[in-house]
């Protein structure tokens, strides 16, 4: 009985007359195609005397003459798929021209071998052979889809894309949206090649439904832009609509940015709690929706503080009586539950200019502005003054001292473990850069980095921890009897270097580390630049064999269709998804650990500091977990008499 699983791999080989079979690992014969039938009398015994005549190598092709029914025929045998072990029998004969034989090795190939769930043929867009599952997919019987042209079953959206796709012979995989038969839209990945079929050539396309992919990364790409208690967007997309304000400025308008501080929110929370704060915000955000045209900008910074921009040719005059006007909102006050509040205001505003077209620049001289009239009375307004900011001083500061810091041997790394989350074993090691300035004493990483990355000492300093991380891995190895891979943060100013590849190849050559202990994280926003480079660049390192994962994941969501393409091992979600336990954080971590299976992918979760955050993570299926619940990063000396002591998380602690 033919199996469903192979019928694509059956009917194409009906179709060029070629009788085929399918065998288990145990030389079963599982099924044949109908061809089979008219070449042979008893099929199965056949089979399995050719079978048994044929050398036994495994995953290894071999092609042997042999005679059937009286006519010469070379037996191909070949493995089809990995995973379940399954191999083919092919009968060819020899009196054809055996020159098609590579090309119909190579459509086997491709096609049992892809992800994709079913597949079809068609002559210029009209079907002319289905397997089930596509099928079922459309909502179709083979039969009601055999002449029905594909463009019957894409959204009319979509039939340029596929057209194009048809005419210049496109084989990359690309998305659809496609029509159910109850006209219900779905969402499928198709690639289609050309083959042959009954002399001419066609075209074989392979489908996967991906609705479900789709839906969670529409829901994730909403949290990621969106406040989850307020629905307003979040400091990011702001950001994002800010600089397409900067980018769409007239020579005479100016971008203003006003903040708006909730005072004394945290009274109402530590009163009545944080689900009626959370009421109380809510509310807030409503009446400042109401006042704001569709030419403003309206976001949610923070627990207390709102955000706004727009642009203005006057904005000295026009300014305050906008401010004014919304703050005239909340003269009354505001009933939640059987209380009545007095809502404070105060507001902290910016001006873009000539000279000041930076997005985070302009949002943060009116945080700036805010915080320092912040807890004020209601209606306190606090235009942005130079003399209020004295960053700029300490990071010409911070920037001097870094030139000189690697050559004073300023720098040290400290190590964080990863642990698997099935077994608790160790699975890795994330190194993190400290620096100790012999002028300004410790200096924080975040302050730090950032002045790196502008003045592109990040170059050297990257270099150096890549070296220093290589090294560390190779001692670490040799203390514990097995390789542990070491992960290291590569800057989006260090992934672009041209010689990215090279500095990596010296550092594990010099180290005498192997090239799989190695784990370089990037951040998603990096993956999502220009994805030639970046797929490039991914591949480059793939081939040089270290490992490379996606840091801080679901913070700078944008889409997987990239994504899903590149030669990614491992997904890091973000820390904020744990730091507040909220049914629609967990609906994140759910998704991604999800998408990132389905890509194959392994999941880690950063940021875990309690047991009840390893319990969530292990019901979600995550893979491994980083955080202080385990340690704090150590020194390299303290982290083997930690690992020495306690080789393994002690997951028996965990309450499932």
């Known amino acids: ?14 179709d060029l007359e070629l009788p085929v079979a399918i065998f288990s690992e145990t030389h079963k014969i599982l099924t044949y195609n109908s061809y089979t039938e008219k070449v042979m009398f008893h099929p199965q015994k056949q089979l399995a005397a050719i079978l048994a005549q044929l050398p036994n190598v495994t995953n290894q092709l071999t092609k042997q003459n042999m005679k059937i029914q009286g006519q010469d025929y070379i037996v191909y045998k070949n493995i089809l798929n990995t995973a379940s072990r399954e191999s083919y029998l092919l009968f060819y004969p020899t009196d054809q021209r055996t020159e098609l034989m590579n090309e119909i090795e190579e459509q086997l190939e491709q096609l049992v071998n892809t992800r994709f769930e079913g597949t079809l043929i068609h002559d210029q867009g009209k079907i ?14 083979r039969k009601e889809l055999i002449h ?30 496609a029509l159910h038969k109850d006209g219900t839209t779905i969402h499928i990945e198709v690639q289609g090649r050309p083959y042959p079929y009954k002399k001419k050539k066609v075209r074989l396309v392979s489908i996967r439904n991906i609705t479900e992919r789709k839906k969670q ?24 609509h800010v600089k397409e304000q900067l980018n769409a400025l ?54 207390d503080e709102f955000i706004l921009s727009f642009i203005e040719s006057n904005p000295q005059d ?4 906008f401010i004014n006007n919304i703050l005239e909102c909340f003269n009354e006050p505001l009933q939640l539950d059987e209380f009545y509040f007095h809502v ?18 302009l949002i943060r001289q009116a945080e700036v502005a805010l915080h320092t009239i912040k807890d004020s009375t209601h209606g306190s307004i606090q235009f942005y003054e130079k003399e209020m900011s004295t960053g700029s001083i300490r990071e010409m500061i911070i920037e001097n001292e870094l030139r000189h810091a690697i050559a004073k041997n300023e720098f040290t790394l400290v190590f964080h473990p990863q642990a698997c989350l099935e077994s608790g074993d160790l699975s890795g090691v994330e190194a993190l850069l400290r620096w100790k300035s012999s002028a300004l004493g410790m200096v924080s990483p975040f302050e730090f980095i950032e002045v790196a990355e502008k003045t592109g000492l990040i170059i050297p300093i990257g270099k150096w921890v890549i070296e220093q991380a290589c090294h560390y891995a190779l001692k670490l190895e040799r203390e514990l009897g097995r390789p542990v891979k070491m992960a290291v943060n590569l800057s989006p100013v260090q992934f672009v270097q041209p010689n990215l ?18 784990e370089l994280e990037i951040t998603e926003s990096v993956a999502m630049e220009d994805e030639a480079h970046v797929m490039e660049k991914l591949t480059a390192l793939r081939e040089l064999g270290v490992h490379v994962s996606i840091d801080d994941f679901g913070t700078g969501y944008s889409s997987l269709q990239y994504l899903s393409q590149y030669p990614i091992d491992k997904l890091k979600i973000d820390k904020s998804f744990l730091r507040v336990q909220t049914n629609t954080n967990q609906t994140i971590i759910k998704s991604i650990v999800s998408m990132g299976h389905n890509m194959g992918m392994k999941v880690i979760a950063e940021g875990v500091e309690s047991y009840d955050h390893v319990a969530l993570l292990r019901s979600l299926d995550c893979d491994e977990m980083q955080g202080f619940v385990w340690t704090k990063p150590l020194p390299f000396t303290e982290l083997i008499t930690k690992l020495t002591s306690e080789s393994r998380f002690p997951l028996d602690t965990v309450k499932n």
């Open 148 to 177: 029905l042209s594909v463009f019957e079953l894409i959204s009319p959206e979509d039939w340029i894309k596929a057209q194009d796709a048809i005419v210049n012979g496109l084989i990359e995989p690309f998305e659809l949206r």
């Open 217 to 240: 990364e529409e829901q994730i790409t909403y949290l990621a832009y969106h406040d989850e208690v307020t629905g307003l967007l979040n400091r990011r997309a702001f950001q994002e």
């Open 1 to 14: 009985m033919i199996q469903e699983k192979w019928d694509a791999i059956l009917n194409i080989c009906n």
């Open 318 to 321: 026009a300014v305050i009586p």
């Open 250 to 303: 007239k020579s005479d308008e100016s971008v203003v940015v006003a903040t708006i501080g909730l005072n004394r929110l945290k009274t109402v929370n530590d009163a009545m709690g944080i689900e009626a704060g959370n009421r109380l915000v809510k509310e807030v955000s409503h009446l400042l929706n109401e006042k704001c045209l569709p030419r403003i900008h309206l976001a949610r910074l923070g627990s």
């Open 344 to 361: 404070n205001l105060s507001v902290g505003l910016s001006i873009s200019s000539n000279a000041l077209i930076d997005v985070n620049e």
């Open 128 to 141: 002319i052979s289905v397997d089930e599952e596509s099928a079922v997919l459309f909502g179709y019987t």
């Open 501 to 518: 590849v090279e500095i990596i190849t010296n550092a594990l050559e010099e180290a005498g580390l192997n090239a799989s202990s190695l």
